[in-house]
């Protein structure tokens, strides 16, 4: 047991199964499964990497018992056949090699699902309502199907027993389809599974009764949305609300489950159940607090917990008996032995930067900070052959400094020259919003590393051909980034025009003005937020029909919620066409009619251009070059740390050759 951390690192039990430890990774899809729903080797690697990372207990990703209209994904684990048993046995031995425990949780879709999943037939729910975020035609069950699914659930948790898997998880959170069921808000029923609170909790009893009867005493949990916040979207006393979550959740503790996953949300208020960077460690605690106080079962909660003295506390006020880590673990797998080992500086934080989500949705899980996340079996051995070689990595922005990071553990000695005061790079701007505090987080990891590991870092260094040939590189890597662009608009040289860099970085300081953000990017937002709250007043303009034009949808919803409150007003669909001292002229685009905006400043946020200047010099006189990040094309935090990663991890023992 740790002395630091007595309560995180004590044995804890559900049922009858004991853990090593009260850290329990929590299901998160990956889309790394075998097309027939069996483990493969890939997702193995990926679950295997957070076992040996320390984890008491692993739930794995949505695992489907209906091939017919429960499929989520081509890529999805399942127990919908005897075929997948002994594939199962074998994902679960190499869990257990490790000392951790495994359960498979259990899920069907429902309402929110792509109809070309399940083969371009209608989605299906207990009522014919469409999810607000999918938008897909929605088909009832009929009482028959619903019936059949509870053996489909019964069924799927005696192969997982039979497999040698720990114990199941039930997906009752999220919006899918048990929570669909325990919802008002999407069961409108008016069989035996629908009407009142208890036939709305039929669905459910019968499943875990099911289980009960078919499995005994084998470890059953259930995760469960106890607050669907509808609330947030106009839709307040039509759902499960915490007086009602707590209410089921003590329903099924008499109906005999061995622990409560605590969760909270549906696609609809889908901030709700995976955060953005703007919300704080510990947010929803009220909902596992509450929970607590109710029941007598353990009870299990995510809570953006990203810090192990966080974790501790929450253990010792007694408010959850296990933590639930989810993108904590994506972002670093030994989370857990390195707060055992007292090694918390060394643990690389989630910023919450929702990359995972955003990729999820794509088809395929990454992690913006951990490149080799889900690439465990590509990346599975660095080689540290590096012989004390010199590498030159010209920039200290994220993928220089993860560059730098991975080739002094190979053994190689990196120089890294950044011609400004400190390190960071464009990661010094991105803290700069409101509520942007996390992304220190990945700074300070970068820094911390990189000392550790001896790289030589020179600030307020430019980087020139004769200093680098002083140094007799092996490599000479380029990571310099990207600079904001002005576009050849009149007036945009005006001395009341600036970019976000000089916004976010300080040097321009504004208050109390007009100002108009031309461009709705995620920077233009962010620096129009920061504005609005330093007591301007801000206008938004977007060229575009809508605005945040290629933006992940969640941070856009968080980013203009939050502008809305600020009173920044929105506008599409104007495109800049002159800037005057006192005033901007605008096109609206779909009219083409000419107008006009007094302001006293304007900011341009129109994008970045690649700051490659120095490219062709460094290629023109050494052969051994590596472009990364930012300098190659504007891109987000996840592709930089990637590509330095991954240059560094394959630069090969090719002699340079000076020109």
């Known amino acids: 047991m740790s002395e630091k951390y007595p309560k995180l690192f004590s044995n804890g039990k559900i049922g009858n199964l004991e853990l090593k430890n009260r850290v329990i990774m929590t299901a998160m899809g990956t889309g790394f499964a075998n097309a027939d729903g069996t483990p493969s080797e890939r997702i193995m690697r990926y ?5 040996k990372g320390g984890v008491g207990l692993i739930v794995t990703e949505v695992t489907r018992v209906n091939d017919d209209h429960g499929k989520a994904s081509d890529a999805q684990l399942s127990v919908s056949n005897d075929a997948v048993i002994e594939p199962l046995r074998k994902f679960a031995e190499r869990i257990h090699s490790y000392g951790t425990k495994l359960f498979l949780q259990l899920h069907h879709p429902g309402r929110q699902n792509a109809s070309v999943a399940i083969g371009g037939q209608p989605v299906v729910g207990p009522s014919a309502i469409p999810c607000g975020l999918m938008q ?16 489909d659930f019964v069924n799927g948790a005696k192969r997982a027993k039979a497999a040698g898997v720990d114990g199941i998880e039930l997906h009752g959170a999220h919006g899918y389809l048990i929570n669909q069921f325990l919802s008002p808000y ?48 106009g839709a ?74 966080f ?35 060394d643990i690389r934080n989630c910023i919450s930067c929702l990359h995972c989500f955003e990729s999820i949705f794509a088809g395929s899980l990454e992690c913006a900070v951990n490149p080799r996340m889900g690439r465990e079996l590509q ?38 020259f950044e011609k400004e005061a400190t390190i960071g790079g464009q990661l010094l701007l991105a803290n700069k919003p409101p509520q942007k505090e996390k992304i220190d987080w990945l700074i300070e990891y970068l820094d911390t590393q990189t000392k550790k590991l001896g790289v030589e ?44 860099t000089e916004i976010l970085s300080g040097s321009v300081e504004l208050q109390n003005k007009r100002i108009a953000v031309i461009g709705s990017g995620m920077t233009g937002l962010e620096t129009a937020e920061l504005l609005a709250e330093q007591g301007n007043t801000v206008t938004v303009f977007e060229m575009a029909d809508m605005i945040g034009p290629g933006a992940y ?53 129109l994008g970045v251009r690649p700051n490659n200047k120095i490219v062709d010099t460094i290629k023109a006189n050494f052969t051994n070059v590596k472009v990364i990040g930012d300098v190659n094309a504007p891109r987000k935090i996840a592709q930089a740390i990637k590509e330095g990663y991954t240059e560094a991890y394959n630069l090969t023992a090719k002699e340079l050759v000076t020109i």
């Open 553 to 605: 949808f969640q941070n856009l919803i968080d980013v203009t919620t939050k502008l809305a409150k600020l009173g920044v007003h929105m506008l599409p669909g104007h495109k800049l066409q002159k800037i005057s001292y006192d005033r901007i002229l605008l096109e609206k685009v779909a009219t083409k009619e000419n107008v006009e905006c007094p302001v006293d400043a304007v900011v341009l946020s």
């Open 236 to 309: 307040p006393e039509k759902g499960i609300d915490l007086e009602t979550g707590v209410k089921i959740v003590q329903a099924l503790e008499k109906l005999g489950i061995d622990a409560i996953d605590v969760s909270s949300g549906i696609y609809e208020t889908m901030n709700t159940i995976v955060e953005p960077t703007s919300y704080p460690q510990g947010w929803r605690t009220h909902l596992s607090k509450a929970v607590k106080e109710a029941v007598q079962i353990p009870v299990i909660a995510a809570n953006v917990i990203r810090k192990p003295e």
């Open 311 to 345: 974790a501790e506390e929450l253990l010792e006020s007694g408010i959850i008996d296990f933590v639930g880590i989810g993108r904590g673990l994506l972002a670093d797998p030994e989370w857990v032995n390195k707060t055992a080992g007292g090694r918390e500086c």
């Open 136 to 151: 897909e035609e929605t088909r009832a069950l009929t009482t028959e199907e619903v019936e059949s699914l509870v053996q």
């Open 457 to 500: 870092i020179r600030l307020n260094t430019e980087a020139t051909v004769e200093g680098l040939r002083k140094l007799d590189p092996y490599a000479v890597f380029v990571a310099t980034g990207a600079d904001a662009f002005v576009p050849p608009i009149k007036g945009a040289d005006g001395e009341h025009v600036y970019t976000p």
């Open 379 to 416: 990346f599975d051995q660095l080689q540290t052959d590096g012989d004390g070689k010199t590498i030159a990595i010209i920039g200290a922005g994220p993928a220089g400094l993860e560059s730098a990071r991975v080739l002094a553990e190979r053994g190689f000695k990196p120089v890294v």
């Open 186 to 233: 999407t069961n409108k029923r008016t069989d035996k599974y629908g009407g009142s609170f208890e036939n709305r909790l039929l669905f459910l009893e019968e499943i875990i009764l099911g289980i009960r009867k078919e499995c005994g005493d084998y470890p059953l949990m259930v995760r469960l949305t106890v607050e669907e916040f509808l609330d947030t979207i």
């Open 47 to 51: 679950y295997e990497e957070r076992a």
